[in-house]
Antibody, heavy 121, light 107 residues
Framework: QVQLVQSGAEVKMPGASVRVSCQASGYSFEMYGVNWVRQAPGQGLEWMGWIGVYSGNTNYPRSLRDRVTMTTDTSTRTVYMELRSLTSDDTAVYYC??????????????WGQGTLVTVSS | DIQMTQSPSSLSASVGDRVTISCRASQGIRNDLGWYQQKPGKAPKRLIYAASSLQSGVPSRFSGSGSGTEFTLTISSLQPEDFATYYCLQHSRYPPTFGGGTRVEIK
């Protein structure tokens, strides 16, 4: 079965960077895109970007384009999301979510368990 | 960007009630909309895809309707395990956008 397993919780100082991983299993890794979505405490869901695992192509929203980078490692079936120049506003649970279909981008079906990133001095 | 306006933001209902949640898109999105359920501390779970198709394994009391700009999620008879927050997601136009969420609480 499809599984996305994310790395553990992180605590970071303001101005630092964080890298969250998402290891996939149970499907053909390179066939599907992966999204990242975050949720600040008590708030709604915010899409952070997408990576096409086969192509390496990425799409990021304007609001995060300067600070986020998504990469993949096909040898370990892992997708990474790095966020730089952290502020307290970046405190959130970060989720990876796989596309439902290889040609249906952003239509998220399978989700990781979430990774809490806390930014605090 | 397409704005997804979800209403109400919260509601109180009793077990057995019929519940309706709406999402309105600022532009037409065909039927490229999904509905998600999220319980505290858990990842979202997709209930409905393509506006009205029931995800495998999801109880049939959940249904979706709509196309273009107006969409609805209906729970025909609310069960105790349905108390959660619900989100719509449009993936028709870049960037994908979520509705603000509807929290369904016990009356």
């Amino acid at each position: 079965q499809v599984q996305l397993v994310q790395s553990g919780a992180e605590v970071k100082m303001p101005g630092a960077s964080v890298r969250v991983s998402c290891q996939a299993s149970g499907y053909s890794f390179e066939m599907y895109g992966v999204n990242w979505v975050r949720q600040a405490p008590g708030q709604g869901l915010e899409w952070m970007g997408w990576i096409g695992v086969y192509s390496g192509n990425t799409n990021y929203p304007r609001s995060l384009r300067d600070r986020v980078t998504m990469t993949t490692d096909t040898s370990t079936r892992t997708v990474y999301m790095e966020l730089r120049s952290l502020t307290s506003d970046d405190t959130a649970v970060y989720y990876c979510a796989r596309d439902d279909d290889s040609s249906d981008w952003y239509n998220m079906l399978w989700w990781g368990q979430g990774t809490l990133v806390t930014v605090s001095s | 960007d397409i704005q997804m306006t979800q209403s109400p933001s919260s509601l109180s209902a009793s077990v057995g009630d019929r519940v309706t949640i709406s999402c309105r898109a600022s532009q037409g999105i065909r039927n490229d909309l999904g509905w998600y359920q999220q319980k505290p501390g858990k990842a979202p779970k997709r209930l409905i895809y393509a506006a009205s198709s029931l995800q495998s394994g999801v109880p049939s009391r959940f249904s979706g309707s709509g196309s273009g700009t107006e969409f609805t999620l209906t729970i025909s008879s609310l069960q105790p395990e349905d108390f959660a927050t619900y989100y719509c997601l449009q993936h028709s136009r870049y960037p994908p956008t979520f509705g603000g969420g509807t929290r369904v609480e016990i009356k």
